[in-house]
């Protein structure tokens, strides 16, 4: 019974986890003003309302934002590095596609996947640990299946790799990759995106581990600006949107942490 009432509360923070930020983006405080305006009668909010949605909408201020959370340096090589206790992949790299024999995974962003390998081709750890991540909307097969199998098809001893328990949140992640590794040491590699490594960071260290961050993932290309920068469209929005759901989650757990 208890258990039963653990996991339906587990489930339920996962949802206050991931909708909480919603309630700060773009789209919702846009939509706030605009609302505010309309009851007002006030059409200078919504005109601004519209403007700033405008702005957030460019390429030019999707790319500065992101910036700001990829200053982390460049990217780095396997031989930039020092031998740690384990390599630690985080998870979501990957969807969910139906098929004629079933549910399949897909890729989304491989880059942590394929740093992960460099680094254990390189011998830079003994092993290399993927997160089981799971979130209760997701169907299919856990990515860190086709993570392990991908792995041992490019030569990666199967004995090498391990499987943390069930995470849903960078948190987690820190959590269950501390159940495997209290044993053996707590020097890692953190591969994950580089807009994530300093939420990352933050969660790791908050349980004990000696991080060295590997990046990947960059999202901002080094790229000569156009006019087509300044042109509003829809994926700098949602570029946009990211980088502020990031922002709470990093203001989040560095206030978890002084707590």
């Not at 290399?128 to 086709?146: H, M, N, Q, S, Y």
Request: a positive charge; aromatic letters at 10%.
């Amino acid at each position: 019974m208890y258990s039963n009432f653990e996991a339906i509360s587990n489930k339920l923070m996962i949802y206050i986890h991931k909708i909480l930020p919603a309630l700060l983006s773009a789209y919702t405080l846009f939509a706030f003003f605009i609302v505010v305006g309309l009851i007002k009668r006030k059409n200078i909010i919504i005109w601004i309302a519209l403007l700033v949605f405008l702005v957030c909408s460019t390429p030019v201020v999707s790319s500065y934002l992101f910036s700001k959370l990829e200053n982390t340096g460049s990217r780095k090589t396997p031989a930039d590095m020092q031998s740690a206790d384990a390599i630690v992949v985080l998870s979501g790299m990957t969807h969910s596609v139906n098929t004629k024999k079933g549910i399949i995974s897909e890729w989304n962003d491989p880059d942590r996947f394929f740093g992960g390998i460099e680094l254990i081709k390189a011998n830079k750890a003994p092993i290399l640990i993927f997160t089981r991540g799971k979130v209760p909307w997701k169907t299919g097969p856990a990515e860190c299946d086709l993570l392990k199998e991908k792995a041992i098809e490019m030569g990666v001893d199967s004995n090498r790799i391990v499987i943390t328990g069930e995470v849903s949140t960078t948190e987690d992640e820190a959590r269950e990759v501390n159940k495997i590794l209290s044993s053996k040491g707590k020097k890692i590699i953190l591969v994950t995106s580089a807009f994530h490594i300093p939420r990352a960071i933050i969660n790791f260290n908050g349980k004990g581990f000696d991080v060295q961050p590997y990046p990947v993932d960059f999202k901002v290309s080094e790229y000569k600006l156009t006019p087509m920068d300044f042109i509003p469209n829809s994926g700098a929005l949602g570029g946009t949107e990211k980088s502020i759901r990031e922002m709470i989650g990093r203001t989040y757990y560095w206030f978890k942490e002084l707590l």
